[in-house]
């Protein structure tokens, strides 16, 4: 039998998506009203008007045709005809017809649970014996759903939806693990061009650009879009959004402290051609990432490991090499990162055996290559905590990063290399993302090791081929550096290093301790700001301290946006040579931005709002501006100016914007002057239904 001809024409005269009723049911409304973006496996409605009566609801029989991707195809999965019928099918695309007549269509759609994401097309095939008549409708996006219990993507929890896929705002904790801050950050997932923009990264993705078709197979996993969601964050291997720098100068870009939130990140790179945004670090990376996988649909949360562990060899064990002026020699490939932030995706893992699936750990800052590209994840967290590191993706990496061993190594003058510290405990400490419907911080480190020196973490060890270090005899000479705990940026730091001699004789230490600029995410090498030393005598069985005193003009210039200094005490035996080491990172602390709202905040009314800053430097800052930023707040950026603060000098500035979004807000307010700079403050804002 001849095939029908195929037939396109134009004879629908309008189509009603309903994006009233329909966006809100999907929680779409924040995205867009204008538009369709529906989450799969659940209904819309539509309904189709014809020009002329088309339409025989006793005779005419209408297939739907939903189709995406550059060559849609039945085989591939990207074109999905579909009949109308006398019910919904829950695990597929299916259609009925809630009412018709002679020119007029409303239809029932359920989208299948596991459908490709993205935009689609939709289309009416009305089959006669000699053609088949396409009516075009129209174009919609369909999202993950995390509401559905088909989908990979599933979370029974309304607290967490309502926090990980629909929140726009968070907090992303940075510092050190001695002293965690809070860094405010706007998501801003539902602004109205931000979806565009994420189909666009993942249209620019190099296995889109080499095989679009076979791509956009791949879309229906949340597994495969993490992973390019992961790649495509930063640049290394691609047109991704962020390029990384972790060094000075950063005048051909933005310091990556001083970013408040990933729109403006986002828009630039759409408006910039896809031409790399500079400049970002980890928690830039790990947040640009968030919004990108929120706004699909997948429930995601910022991550942060404290005393973070880069292991480039794969040996599990971070290696520290000083010289004997207790400077570091910055010979070895891996490091301690202060703090490390990356991600969390909720899914179901069914590539992998059972037991693997929620949380899955993503990293989008590029450390090391995976599969050739730099991405890293998804890595099941249930893995890492059991030490499976034969589980894909980059189970291995994130291990270490949270259980690695450090080992310090002292070498002298004549190049003998003396192994002075082991530490099993170092790395991985007080894991951290914002609690569900608070600002608080939730501690997440069970959920990725065992509790240290536990024989069940002991065993994971083993299963992870990690060696076992040996237990070693107390030392006869010990060390140890305390600081006071809060310490102002402008005050005095007050170091105490204390001496213990377990011998039963005195003995004369040589004592050396330095202060050192620290950045984050790797060492203090060439950073000196302080050296100290002093030769001790310390009686049988007796603690000695020493207290030195580190000033402002001393360590002022050297700070940049978290404060942190590191200290290390050497202190050797000149006797028997027995030598022990120390160090530990400081961060100072800011002066405060105070935020305060006049009034109650109302939708599409005038907010008054107090921002008082009180300058506790010895020195007068300059240049100084207030930049706010606030998802449904404000569009973009707002910017104010204000000279100069002289010591002690408090000034408060009021401004005012129109609120465009209802519920929960945040607004965050950054500080900058020439010498302190990056100062975030943050306040929540309710906005509530303007009054009729």
């Known amino acids: 039998m001849a095939s029908t001809a195929e037939c ?24 867009s009203a204008k538009r369709l973006i529906v989450r799969r496996g659940q209904p819309f409605h539509i309904t189709v008007q014809f020009k002329r009566n088309q339409y025989n609801p006793d005779v005419d029989r209408f297939k739907l045709v939903a189709q995406t991707g550059p060559s849609p195809s039945e085989t591939s999965g990207t074109k999905i005809p579909f009949s109308l019928s ?27 649970p596991n459908a490709k994401i993205g935009r689609h097309t939709l289309a009416l095939q009305k089959i006669t014996s000699d053609q088949t008549v396409i009516y075009p409708v129209g174009e919609f996006v369909v999202l993950f759903n ?15 939806l309502n926090e990980y896929v629909l929140n726009e705002q968070g907090i992303i904790f940075t510092g050190c693990s001695e002293y965690i801050q809070r860094l405010p950050w706007n998501f801003g997932q539902f ?24 791509d956009c197979t791949r879309r229906g996993s949340p597994v495969y879009i993490c992973r390019t969601v992961s790649a495509m964050v930063n640049c290394n291997d691609d047109n991704g959004i962020l390029f990384g720098k972790w060094d000075a100068p950063y005048t051909d870009g933005v310091y990556p402290g001083k970013w408040s939130g990933s729109v403006a990140i986002l828009r630039q790179w759409n408006n910039s051609g896809c031409q790399p945004v500079c400049y970002g670090q980890c928690w830039v990376f790990a947040a640009v990432a968030c919004t990108v996988l ?26 520290s090499e000083y010289d004997e002026k207790g400077l570091e020699l910055g010979r070895s490939g891996d490091s301690i990162w202060n703090f490390h932030v990356w991600v969390e995706s909720w899914m179901a893992r069914y590539d992998l055996r059972p037991g693997n699936d929620g949380w899955q750990a993503l990293d989008p800052t590029p450390q090391e290559k995976s599969e050739g590209v730099y991405c890293c994840g998804p890595a099941p967290v249930k893995a890492i905590k059991e030490g499976e590191t034969d589980i894909c993706y980059d189970v291995p990496f994130i291990f270490a990063e949270v259980n690695a061993d450090c080992v310090t190594s002292i070498y002298s003058e004549k190049g003998k290399k003396m192994k002075v510290h082991t530490d099993t405990r170092h790395v991985g400490q007080r894991i951290s993302t914002k609690c569900v419907g608070s600002d608080d911080r939730e501690d997440i ?76 995410s790797r060492s203090s090498r060439g950073k000196c700001i302080k050296m100290y030393q002093q030769e001790i005598t310390v009686a049988p069985s007796e603690d000695k301290t020493v207290e030195v005193e580190l000033s402002y003009t001393e360590y002022g210039e050297f700070l940049d946006k978290y404060n ?28 405060n931005i105070t935020i305060q709202v006049r009034g109650a905040p109302v939708l599409s009314q005038e907010v008054m709002t107090g921002i008082s800053f009180e300058n506790i430097l010895p020195v007068a800052l300059t240049n100084c501006v207030f930049t706010l930023e606030g998802a449904g707040l404000i569009d973009g950026q707002m910017e104010i100016r204000f000279g100069t603060l002289n010591p002690g000098e408090a000034i408060t500035k009021e401004v005012s914007f129109i609120p465009k979004k209802m519920g929960l807000k945040k607004l965050t307010v950054d500080f900058d002057s020439d010498c302190l700079k990056d100062v975030k403050g943050y306040i929540n804002i309710d906005i509530q239904e303007e009054k009729k």
């Not at 929120?294 to 290696?319: K, Q, Y």
């Open 8 to 31: 396109v024409v134009q004879d629908v005269s309008s189509v009603d998506f309903h994006c009233e009723k329909n966006n809100p049911d999907h929680r779409t409304a924040e995205i």
């Open 86 to 112: 006398d019910s919904i099918n829950k695990r597929r695309w299916s259609a009925v017809a809630a009412c018709s007549s002679r020119s007029r269509l409303s239809l029932i759609i359920h989208s299948a």
């Open 146 to 160: 995390p509401w559905c219990s088909e989908d990979e993507v599933f979370l029974n929890d309304a607290g967490q």
């Open 191 to 214: 602004e109205e061009d931000i979806l565009d923009i994420c189909l666009k990264l993942l249209d620019n993705s190099p296995k889109h650009l080499k095989n679009p078709a076979k």
């Open 294 to 319: 929120r706004c699909l649909g997948i429930p995601t949360r910022v991550v942060t490991n404290f005393e973070s562990a880069h292991d480039t060899n794969g040996n599990l064990i971070i290696e």
């Open 445 to 520: 480190t069970n959920n990725y090791k065992y509790p240290e020196g536990s024989e069940e973490e002991r065993r994971i060890f083993e299963l992870a081929d990690k060696r076992r270090v040996p237990l070693k005899p107390e030392k006869r000479l010990q060390l140890h550096l305390m600081t006071n705990d809060l310490i102002y940026n402008g005050t005095n730091v007050k170091v105490s290093a204390v001496i213990s001699n377990k011998n039963s004789m005195k003995r004369v230490y040589t004592l050396k301790i330095n202060a050192m600029k620290k950045k984050y």
């Open 564 to 591: 942190l200094i590191r200290l290390t005490a050497l202190a050797i035996d000149g006797e028997t040579n027995e030598s022990v080491f120390t160090l530990k990172d400081i961060s100072l602390i800011n002066p």
